[in-house]
């Protein structure tokens, strides 16, 4: 039977969740309050990444984060506030920091991103919008790097997502079209690249097609209930968006909308900067990331983009120089061809990484509303995730099983 589905952001996430409810014979608004940006929709790195089955809450992460917290250009940063949101958070990333928690949570990473992977794969046969299915490099500096990144490539293998451990001439065979300075790579043949704002405007080409509608710079305010039931969706306009299902796809904004409603998600957003050569002296083949220094190097046409950090210091819109100068740093250690004087000029885009604190996202129905599905808090794979994400929100706006094992692992009220 069709309904009216109301989406509340349209970044990936609620584009991807729009496209396939039409699929499914509904009629779909989506309201969107900053189309120019979409959140962290457009400058992300576009890597869709099976090969990263490990959630951010892992052991040997609070430690390190608690390192990188020292040096004002490294790639992880938590601000220290005094601010319970963040506390309580802090807390739970450090309870889900476990050996325990990453052996439960891998699985259902990895079914999720290969569904996901396929999901790409089949949409590019029709469209194009720069999907390359040429895998990724983790490209270590040191030797040190890689007997860490072997150890990922083992357990990656034990799962069934392959991954070859490389050395530094086996590395430069792949991928002749970069020079690079390393001791050696982990390559993973699955994971892929796209060209993020050409995957947006895709979707929003085919939900109007569709018949889908599209409110833009319309900002969600709140919601009009009757008893456990979302009626509408309040809005900037003042115009009320009624529905019969409504999906939070907001982003790192998410926990603000629905904290009326009763639900608690614990996120915080972690802000990651992006910077695009639109003419690279050299023009890598397969996307990589920089193991030691945790940055990735996109290709996209005939542009690199380079981008990094994650920062858990609030929503705010500064821009930190010595962070991005950290992600700058990193590239002419890894292409020794590049310069630090080839990024002048060239602005940084900036993102907020909706990160739940046990690095899953949140997907699924809450007790907070029977008609309102959450699927938000894809941290650094909400792009790699979105088409999978969009499949289960269609299955849960029809009342169908998710159809993943382990599942219930992501339900917001967790
Ligand atoms: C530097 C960087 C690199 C990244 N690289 C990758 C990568 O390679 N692969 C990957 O998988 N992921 C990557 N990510 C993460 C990815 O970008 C996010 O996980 C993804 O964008 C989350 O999608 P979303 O739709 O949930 O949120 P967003 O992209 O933030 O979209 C949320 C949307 O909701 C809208 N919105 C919010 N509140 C309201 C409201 N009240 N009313 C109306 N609209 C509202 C916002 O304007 C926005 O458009 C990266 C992120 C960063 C910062």
Request: net charge neutral; glycine share 10%.
């Amino acid at each position: 039977m069709s309904r009216h589905i109301v989406i509340l952001g349209g970044g990936v996430i609620g584009l991807s969740s729009a496209l396939a409810c039409l699929k499914r014979g509904h009629r779909v608004t989506v309201i969107e309050r900053d189309p120019q940006r979409r959140g962290a929709s457009l400058g992300n790195a576009g890597m869709v990444v099976p090969s990263h089955f490990v959630p951010l809450a892992a052991p040997g992460m609070v430690a390190m984060g608690l390192k990188w917290m020292l040096s004002p250009e490294s790639p992880f940063y938590i601000k220290p506030r005094l601010d319970w949101d963040l506390i309580t958070w802090g807390l739970k990333f450090w309870r889900a920091s476990t050996k325990a928690h990453v052996e439960r949570s891998a699985p259902l990473l990895r079914d999720l991103s290969l569904a996901s992977r396929k999901l790409y794969a089949d949409l590019a046969e029709k469209e194009e919008f720069g999907l390359v299915k040429k895998g990724l490099l983790m490209l270590c500096k040191t030797q040190h790097g890689l007997d860490e990144e072997a150890q990922t490539a083992k357990k990656a293998r034990a799962l069934g997502i392959p991954a070859e451990i490389l050395d530094a001439r086996a590395t430069a065979e792949l991928d002749p079209a970069v020079t690079m300075d390393i001791a050696g790579s982990v390559y993973f043949p699955q994971d892929c690249h796209l060209q993020p704002d050409r995957y947006v405007n895709t979707l929003l080409r085919l939900i109007r097609a569709a018949g889908g509608e599209v409110l833009d710079e319309v900002e969600v305010t709140g919601f009009r209930k009757s008893g456990k039931r979302v009626v509408a969706a309040l809005t900037s306009t003042g115009d009320e968006i009624a529905g019969d299902e409504f999906v939070l796809a907001s982003g790192a904004w998410s926990p603000g909308l629905v904290h009326d409603l009763g639900l608690r998600l614990s996120m915080q957003a972690g802000k990651g900067y992006s910077l695009t050569l639109p003419a690279p002296v050299e023009l890598p083949q397969i996307c990589a990331i920089f193991t030691e220094a945790r940055v990735a190097a996109t290709p996209m046409g005939s542009s690199l983009r380079i981008g990094g950090t994650m920062e858990i210091a609030g929503m705010n819109e500064t821009v930190a120089r010595r962070r991005i100068e950290g992600i700058l740093k990193a590239v002419p250690q890894y292409y020794p061809r590049f310069r630090r004087e080839h990024f002048e000029g060239v602005a940084p885009w900036y993102g907020f990484r909706p990160c739940p604190p046990d690095g899953l996202p949140y997907l699924g129905r809450t007790q907070a509303a029977d008609n309102l599905v959450i699927a938000t808090g894809h941290g650094m794979m909400g792009l790699s995730l979105a088409p999978v994400t969009g499949e289960v929100v269609g299955r849960l706006v029809d009342r169908e099983p998710a159809g993943f094992d382990g599942f219930e692992m992501l339900s917001p009220d967790r």
